[in-house]
């Protein structure tokens, strides 16, 4: 009757789990699953939270760790969210013996929390830090940090053991809120002044934390304690060493050391849209045996390739007889010049001495004369600006004459500071006045006139304007937008520019404001 019984509670169980959906058989083994991890993963961080003592005047971590729980504490009286209780009771796994099982619940696991993590960023307001809280802040939000997710994803990408990330990041969450890392000594080592930055995201007080806690596990005075105190492993210790050393760029100008043998000179040229600062720059450039120009667009290295070949730019120290000057350009003047960009390479000669480019494009093992380096305010780029400081700091030119706003000289001056270069600042005006119509034309495309340009945001937009002023005006309309060719780009510039090509209006995107002289 006994085994009876049994198989009749079996067959329930098994009926009821093949009734069950697939999607919430998953599930549930997804929630059994992401907590033991996580128990797993905070054991070692909680155990050594809990021996703080208790004279350094911190809180008492509580039952649950609610101060280590990467997503804050359940709520009562409701399931948490997704299912996932990271110090909550372990479960039994649903089927341990099926590996593909096993693999769904370790994805689905990493695709929660990475998204939980990913949510509460996003839902953060960034943080606005003033000085005299820095240190308040840095030892109030280390536990949070040592327990997100995307902590430990980070350390487990690097190769390190889980053991020894939880007892590192346990030991520097003990040793910030000790203040061991808040004396005026490591305040500057560490830089912690970065907390009181500028924060557009979550993600740089992050990134902030991150660095100074592989300083702090890089130092060679904590290597014995972390290795005989806290059990981590030599090999971690010395792993984390390796890529501290790596990829510190605290004197990233002593990565280039070609340019670190020279004693150059620099010259800013610094104002607004047409006020000659470039046409300065590059006459010093036609003049130079061996020189190079780099600029952050195809277009921008295109048109100065050209103009170089062409003999459209007049070298430095030459005056010449206005009767010679012509925009197409003087053969007496022209210097053989390639050019190399991500998308294209254009040789005219291999003994060609000048060369145009785009930064990233730069050579830092070619000695030269002169160097341009045009838009220098784009050094601070959040996505490109590295190509502009090594551009600055790794150039190997006798001269190097920077063009932009004026904005980025204090940037440049700092990154300098150290190098023995010699900067010189000279600032320019614009040449022709620039007026914005207080008053739109309310539609009315009769009121355009000669020398008018016309910006709109699509490539749609851009044909239908020019066939309505065109219609209502009678005048011709040059185009230009960012997908056209440089070359038809130029052209269509030239035709602009030209008081005799009959084209007398220009309707443009965005692209117009760099790269084209009108």
């Not at 190098?419 to 320019?428: A, C, L, N, P, Q």
């Amino acid at each position: 009757m006994l085994r009876n019984a049994g198989r009749r509670h079996h067959l329930e169980e098994l009926r009821t789990w093949i009734q069950t959906p697939h999607r919430q058989r998953r599930a549930s083994a997804h929630k059994s699953a992401g907590q033991r991890k996580l128990n797993d993963l905070f054991a070692d961080i909680s155990s050594q939270t809990r021996a703080l003592p208790s004279q350094v005047g911190l809180r008492k971590p509580r039952g649950n760790l609610d101060d280590l729980t990467p997503f804050g504490a359940p709520r009562r009286n409701s399931a948490p969210l997704d299912g996932i209780e990271p110090f909550g009771k372990r479960h039994q796994q649903s089927n341990p013996s099926d590996e593909r099982y096993s693999n769904h619940r370790s994805e689905a696991r990493d695709d929660v929390l990475r998204s939980r993590d990913v949510r509460s960023k996003k839902t953060r307001a960034p943080p606005v830090i003033k000085e005299e809280d820095i240190i308040p802040y840095f030892q109030s939000h280390v536990t949070g940090w040592a327990a997100q997710y995307s902590t430990f994803e980070r350390l487990k990408a690097y190769g390190f053991p889980t053991g020894d990330s939880s007892r590192l990041l346990g030991r520097f969450v003990i040793d910030v809120k000790q203040g061991k890392l808040s004396d005026p000594g490591s305040f500057t080592y560490y830089q912690l002044s970065r907390f009181s930055q500028p924060h557009e995201d979550n993600d740089s007080t992050d990134t902030i934390f991150n660095t100074v806690f592989f300083w702090w596990a890089a130092r060679p005075e904590l290597r014995n304690e972390l290795e005989k105190q806290a059990n981590v492993s030599l090999n971690t210790l010395s792993d984390i060493q390796r890529l501290v050393e790596a990829t510190d760029r605290t004197f990233p100008a002593d990565e280039f050391a070609r340019a670190r043998t020279m004693h150059r000179k620099i010259i800013m040229h610094v104002g607004p849209t047409n006020s000659g600062k470039t046409h300065h720059a590059l006459r010093a450039l036609a003049a130079a045996k061996q020189g190079v120009y780099a600029g952050p667009l195809r277009l921008l290295a295109h048109e100065i390739w050209e103009r170089l070949n062409t003999g459209q730019i007049i070298p430095l120290g030459i005056e010449p007889d206005p009767s010679t000057i012509s925009r197409l350009g003087n053969p007496e003047y022209a210097r053989e010049c390639n050019m190399v960009t991500g998308e294209e390479q254009k040789y005219v000669s291999d003994n060609a001495g000048l060369c145009s480019c785009t930064v990233e494009m730069l050579s830092y093992q070619a000695k030269s004369d002169v160097a341009v380096i045009d838009e220098i305010q784009m050094i601070g780029d959040p996505d490109r600006g590295q190509g502009w400081m090594n551009a600055v700091l790794g150039i190997a030119a006798k001269e190097v004459h920077l063009c932009g706003e004026e904005t980025a000289v204090p940037i440049v001056q700092e990154l300098l500071k150290h190098t023995g270069d010699k900067i010189e600042v000279r600032h320019y005006q614009r040449l022709t006045p620039l007026v914005v119509e207080e008053t739109s034309l309310g539609g009315d495309y009769t009121k355009v006139r000669k020398g008018d340009c016309i910006v709109t945001f699509s490539r749609t937009n851009i044909f239908k304007t020019k066939k309505l002023v065109e219609d209502a005006t009678g005048m011709r309309c040059a185009v230009v937008y960012g997908r056209l060719p440089p070359e038809i780009r130029s052209e269509q510039a030239a035709l602009f520019n030209d008081p005799n090509s009959g084209y007398d209006v220009i309707i443009g995107s965005d692209a117009i404001g760099m790269g084209l002289n009108l």
